[in-house]
């Protein structure tokens, strides 16, 4: 198995290469579009690609999917794999440039032999938008490494290091400071919840274009005596282990991760009725889903929550076990290398 990635890798290829597997980073591929060096960095694929005679490639995200599943195509390796965790675009997108991205995305899955999305509405709007066709099309959902998240964790030593009483409730979200996750809406709410839970902390976990105004916005709101930025950080299931409630309230969303790993640390979640969240977040189960953007709903399901114990604690462990039965890692590999072994026979290899 092999691994190419751009110089923006950064802490994943270390990560990737600490498991034996060999990383070819490559020189001219970028997270940005560039027409000067895209097409450098297709042609460098291509010739890493045919160099190595692959039997399967299997990219991920947009750009580099794109660029990789034509870089494999032209240097002819038998089966082209691509994962889907989100498509480039949203439904608040820009027409010309959403009819762009889709019409690149249509293009790109006639390089690939089979497309795994993470969710069930994420395969339903690809077939309604064009985008390859139903027999491409299988459903694997991301896992977690549950292991990594049921080790004793300090959590009185990690509430002290982000100076946080040990008496304080908190509402985490964990997602980049990106455009669509919603962090505006949180935000907006939060007079509100404290208001009602005066002994409540918000914990931003992540990194991205919009710190600046994010932390602008609850300077603006007089906020900052509640709101903890953590940056990016390594430590997410000691992180996450001190939320009171998990929160996600994308705008768009393709399954949410970070929702997974909270579950499976008997969080109850607050998230969007979005993408492939209700697939996760069962309504009155094991957490409650709101409108997008809706930052009165949001404000009173937490305070719901942040109230009443028993409800958070029993929604807490119906999380758990349904991460339990449908989203480990081990069986999202199972399932993928599956998905290999049907292809390679399908093409006699």
């Known amino acids: 198995m092999e691994f190419a990635s751009s110089p923006e890798g950064g802490s994943l290829i270390d990560e990737v290469a600490s498991f034996g597997i060999t990383v070819r980073p ?19 694929l291509m010739l890493l690609i045919r160099r190595q005679r692959y039997d399967i490639v299997h990219t991920h995200n947009s ?8 870089a494999a195509r032209i240097a002819g390796v038998p089966v082209v794999i691509h994962t889907i965790h989100g498509f480039s675009f949203h439904e608040y997108e820009r027409p010309p440039l959403r009819i762009l991205y889709v019409l690149l995305e249509r293009l790109a899955a006639k390089f690939s032999d089979r497309l795994i ?45 982000l100076g946080i009483r040990p008496d304080s409730l908190i509402v985490g ?25 005066p002994q409540v ?51 768009f969303e393709g399954l949410g991760r970070s929702l997974l790993e909270a579950m499976v640390l008997g969080k109850p979640i607050v ?14 189960k094991n957490g409650f889903l709101v409108s997008p953007g809706d930052s009165g709903a ?33 069986k999202m590999v199972d399932d993928i290398e599956g998905v290999y072994q049907e292809m390679l026979k399908e093409k006699g290899l």
């Open 298 to 330: 949001l404000a009173e399901a937490i305070i719901k929550l942040l109230r009443d114990k028993e409800l958070s604690r029993k929604m807490g462990e119906e999380g758990r076990r349904h991460i339990n039965e449908r989203f480990s890692a081990k």
């Open 117 to 161: 999305t993470v969710s069930t509405p994420l395969k339903d709007w690809g077939l309604r938008l064009g985008i390859g066709r139903e027999k491409q099309y299988c459903v694997i959902p991301d896992g977690i490494d549950i292991e990594l998240f049921t080790v004793k964790m300090d959590l009185a030593k990690t509430k002290s290091e």
């Open 173 to 197: 979200l964990v997602a980049k400071l990106w455009d669509g996750k919603g962090h505006h809406t949180l935000i907006k709410a939060m007079p509100k919840i404290i208001e009602e839970v």
């Open 63 to 70: 750009k580099a999917g794109f660029i990789g599943r034509i």
């Open 201 to 251: 902390k918000f914990i931003f976990a992540g990194d991205g274009y919009l710190r600046r105004d994010l932390e602008n916005l609850v300077a603006s709101l007089c906020l900052k005596d509640y709101t903890i930025f953590t940056g990016f950080r390594k430590d997410i299931p000691e992180l996450t282990a001190i939320f009171d409630v998990a929160v996600l309230p994308s705008f």
């Open 26 to 44: 490559l020189r001219y591929l970028g997270r940005e579009v560039n027409i000067l060096k895209d097409p450098l960095a297709l042609f460098e």
């Open 271 to 284: 998230a969007t009725d979005v993408g492939g969240i209700p697939e996760v977040v069962r309504h009155n």
